[in-house]
């Protein structure tokens, strides 16, 4: 059965998630650290092949008025060129506070600072296509 991934894409780590659409539950998987765009999708490249993947669905980290900041607009580029080298279906995700959220869990279960480093990227992702599964969606709007 196809799955799905959630993307965090940040500028020197991608936290990553994975639902099977049979069962549309999030499940973190890693954080990969990158030194450049093509390590990036070479990593992507295996994971999708281990998990039979055929969409992405990537935070896109909006304003707090829901339009595309610096932020946002850095996401998009990634996007529009990992489109290039990795053929499947993309699909972006608001994650405002996403990541801000999931280190506040993190401080509250009293992870340390170094654990919550390798976690932080992963658990966003998962929220980000948590968020995508759960909510409908229309043709052409980010969830």
Same mark, same amino acid.
């Given at each position: 059965?196809?799955?799905? #991934?959630? %993307?965090? *894409? ?34 992507? !490249? ?20 829901? +339009?595309?900041?610096?932020?946002? *607009? /850095? ?16 699909? #972006?995700?608001? +994650? ?9 869990? %993190? ?5 340390? &600072?170094?654990? !919550? ?9 998962? &929220?980000? *296509?948590? /968020?995508? %599964? ?6 052409? +709007?980010?969830?």
């Amino acid at each position: 059965m196809p799955g799905i #991934f959630g %993307l965090d *894409l940040g500028a020197k780590r991608a936290g990553v998630a994975y639902a099977d659409l049979r069962l549309p539950v999030a499940t973190p998987v890693e954080t990969i650290a990158f030194k450049s765009r093509e390590a990036l999708a070479e990593r992507l !490249r295996l994971l999708i092949a281990d998990y039979a993947v055929q969409k992405i669905v990537v935070g896109l980290p909006l304003n707090l008025q829901g +339009e595309n900041g610096p932020a946002a *607009l /850095a996401v998009i580029q990634q996007v529009d060129w990992l489109k290039t080298k990795l053929a499947l279906d993309w699909d #972006f995700c608001d +994650e405002r506070l996403t990541t801000a959220e999931v280190e506040q869990v %993190l401080i509250d279960a009293d992870v340390s &600072r170094e654990d !919550r480093k390798g976690l932080r990227d992963k658990l966003a992702a998962q &929220r980000i *296509l948590q /968020a995508y %599964l759960d909510r409908p969606q229309k043709k052409g +709007e980010v969830a």
